[in-house]
Structure formats: structure tokens, C-alpha cells
């Protein structure tokens, strides 16, 4: 392995309340600064605010990336893992092992379908490790991890050597590809960052097959949920599977906790320390407690691009 094992932090919201920070006596404007960007997956966009979130949330990820120039953090989801004590993925390699719980979110979505053989778009990448997973275990034909932030998609370039994948700079809501192009479109904790879902939505059914899949996993505000739910509907899908994990992403964070504490404490720069943790979403900070509580909600589904419906037959 060329890198330390640093490959995989998720989170969403750092604390101010962590011991460790409050021993520091950080105070005033920079601790706030930190937990309102380690709360930026749990915040809500509306309206006219939606063009400057997506800036940030950008802005955001290129800084993660700048901030890995040594670790090498290959994912960044909250993971997933069975609440019956099985392994989340039953054969890993050695080198995935560690990375068994984000791997499991990713094995979770994408085994709902036959990858075997597809053409694969990930919209929302990300560092690339959940890519890499899916076109080494599940043998798409050819897979494509497309992502916004640009660095992360360089270090994807620089990083992965999988035959049949390929990473693409893109944005959810203006997809660069054409009609009609990949079988499945995979998207994994990443909706939440875009302020126009319904957009996000039009381009993946555009970009689909008749009878294609969009597998998709994300949280939301349990408010929220319903409306996602018919934006996939009004965009033309139909629900094949749905299911509720927030149970499942709660125990991975739970059984990751100590492991990605002694990394953050380790790799981490203490300054930086409370964002990671919140980004993490360690055991004790505001986004642990938003699942724990039931406040926001994490859903799996797999939808369908309605095949094509036969040509009528002509009429004499
Ligand atoms: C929480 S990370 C998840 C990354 C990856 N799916 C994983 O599980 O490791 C969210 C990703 O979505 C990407 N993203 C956010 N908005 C996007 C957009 N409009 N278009 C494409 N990617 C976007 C971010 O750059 C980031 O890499």
C-alpha cells in the first residue's frame, strides 16, 4: 500500500463540546467557522441562497483535498454496516479491510443490480475509493467516477490504476454526457450538497438507458424525506427497492469510532481537529446525535428508468 492508512473519514458535524477542543480554550469567530462548515451537510438550501451553498460545498471539498496532500483519504461517506454482526462485505482484501464500513455503504447500493458487464456513472466520487471498489468487485464494463470538486478528480487520476475506470470532472445538475449512455448511475452521499435535486434528477434519467438504474443513498431531514421521495417519482422513476439504513449508519459509526479517533488524532493538525470530527460524524458530535435522534434520516433506493414502451404497430 503507497499510502498510511488514512483512507476513510466521513462526517458531518465537529463539536464544541468535545473535551478535547474545550481544553484548548479555542474561542470566538474560528470555532464557529469550524462547526458551521462541519455542519454544512446538515444544512437545509433554500431559495436564492442555493448558487453561493454550492460554491461552498465545492469549496469545501477542494479544501479537503489540499488538506490530504499527505493521508490520502479515499472516502468520505458514514458507512454502513448490518445490525446482526455479520461483516458488511464478506471476502475484502487486505487493503480494503480497514475501509470495511464505507465499503459497505457502497456494496449495500450498488448489489440491488447486476453490475456485471454495465456501463457505470458514480455522480459524486468523491476521492474515488468507493469507484474503485465497485469496478474491482463487481466487474462493470466500463465505469466512470465523476465528480465537481477538480482535486478530488486529480487525485483520483494520479491514484487508481483499475482497468475499465475512469474519472471525469463534472456537476450533478449538468451532467456531461449524452442521451441515453450508462446502465446504471450510482450516487452515494452526495445529493444532499445540491441545491437543485429535480435538476440532478432530469440529467440522470437523460443520461440512463431504458430500463436503466439510478441506486442512490443519502440522508436527509426526516421532513425532507417525502419530497425526495416524489422528486424521484415526478422525475419519471419508478421505486424498486427502498429501504431505511440510518440504524445500519449508526452502527458503522458507532464500530468506527475508535479507529477514526485515533486517525484524527494522529494525522490531523489540532487546529483542524473539531471540523474532523464533526466531518467524521464522531460518536458525541451534532450529526451522531441528528441519526441517533431520528432528526435526519439515511435511505438506500433503487430506481428504475421505465423501459421503453414498444413502437405502436402500424395501422393499415
Ligand atoms: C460526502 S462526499 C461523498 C463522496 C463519495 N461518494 C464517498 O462516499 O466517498 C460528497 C461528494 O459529492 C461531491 N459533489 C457535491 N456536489 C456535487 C455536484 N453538484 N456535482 C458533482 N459532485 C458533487 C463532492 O465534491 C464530494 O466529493
Given amino acids: 500500500m503507497r499510502d498510511r492508512d488514512f483512507s476513510s473519514l466521513r462526517g458531518g458535524a465537529a463539536t464544541l463540546e468535545d473535551p478535547r477542543i474545550a481544553g484548548r480554550n479555542v474561542g470566538g469567530f474560528y470555532p464557529l467557522l469550524l462547526r458551521w462548515f462541519g455542519m454544512l451537510p446538515f444544512r437545509r438550501t433554500t431559495g436564492g441562497g442555493a448558487g453561493a451553498r454550492k460554491r461552498l460545498t465545492r469549496a469545501w471539498y477542494q479544501f479537503l483535498s489540499f488538506m490530504d496532500r499527505r493521508v490520502h483519504l479515499r472516502y468520505m461517506n458514514y458507512g454502513y454496516a448490518p445490525i446482526d454482526g455479520a461483516e458488511p462485505v464478506a471476502e475484502l482484501g487486505p487493503e480494503d479491510a480497514p475501509n470495511r464500513y464505507f465499503i459497505g455503504l457502497y456494496h449495500r447500493v450498488a448489489s440491488a443490480v447486476d453490475l456485471k458487464g454495465k456501463q457505470v456513472l458514480e455522480v459524486g466520487s468523491g476521492r474515488g475509493g468507493g469507484a474503485s471498489f465497485v469496478a474491482r468487485y463487481f466487474r462493470p464494463k466500463a465505469m466512470v467516477g465523476m465528480d465537481y470538486a477538480d482535486r478530488a478528480v486529480a487525485f483520483c487520476r494520479r491514484w487508481y490504476r483499475v482497468d ?153
Fill in 164 to 316: 475499465g475506470l475512469r474519472f471525469a470532472v463534472g456537476d450533478a445538475e449538468r451532467i456531461p454526457f449524452p442521451d441515453a449512455s450508462f446502465d446504471v448511475l450510482l450516487n452515494v452521499e452526495s445529493s444532499h450538497c445540491y441545491p437543485h435535486m429535480d435538476r440532478f434528477l432530469s440529467e440522470a434519467f437523460r443520461v440512463l438507458r431504458p430500463g436503466g438504474f439510478l441506486l442512490f443513498a443519502d440522508m436527509r431531514h426526516a421532513e425532507a424525506l417525502a419530497g425526495v421521495r416524489q422528486a424521484f417519482l415526478t422525475a419519471g422513476f419508478e421505486v424498486e427497492q427502498e429501504q431505511d439504513i440510518t440504524p445500519n449508519v449508526l452502527r458503522a459509526l458507532t464500530l468506527d469510532n475508535e479507529r477514526k479517533s485515533g486517525l484524527i488524532r494522529r494525522e490531523v493538525p489540532w487546529i483542524f481537529r473539531s471540523m474532523f470530527r464533526v466531518f467524521a460524524g464522531m460518536e458525541g458530535t451534532a450529526s451522531y446525535r441528528s441519526f441517533a435522534s431520528g432528526e435526519w434520516v439515511y435511505w438506500r433506493f433503487a430506481l428504475r428508468k421505465p423501459p421503453a414502451s414498444p413502437e405502436p404497430s402500424p395501422r393499415c
